[in-house]
């Protein structure tokens, strides 16, 4: 039987008087997983809103978006008879006038980082992580 398991891929930034600062997170342990946005399963029955909203909070502590922009179609794999979708999505956390100073990262969170967007490019390592990133930078200008 074929099984389709749904993700959603959340970059959280902010817009400042410096520019735009996006959040890269790393999770535990650290040597094991690459810097990128937030991530999560979409549980069954469950909105994709719902599970952007439940991801964000648990790993950054966010409670609510400024704008949730999404990003592009959902990016598919297949490998077998498992399926894997994700959804990319944005979630601006802070504007010039009020922005995000602390965060309450989750347990299973090892490190994080507001990075500028060439640093944030280059620290990503998955290809479809940089291109999200590239479309939502071109959004933004």
Known sequence: MFQLEHRVRVFVFQVLEQGTRYLLLRQRPKTEWPLGPVIGPVNPGEKLHDAILREVRAETGLRRPVHLIELAAPQKELFGEMGLCEWPFAWQAGTPQTPVHDLAPGPM?????????QEAFQRLEVATDRDALVRLQLSLQ
């Open 109 to 117: 969170v090892g490190e994080f980082a507001w990075l500028p967007f």
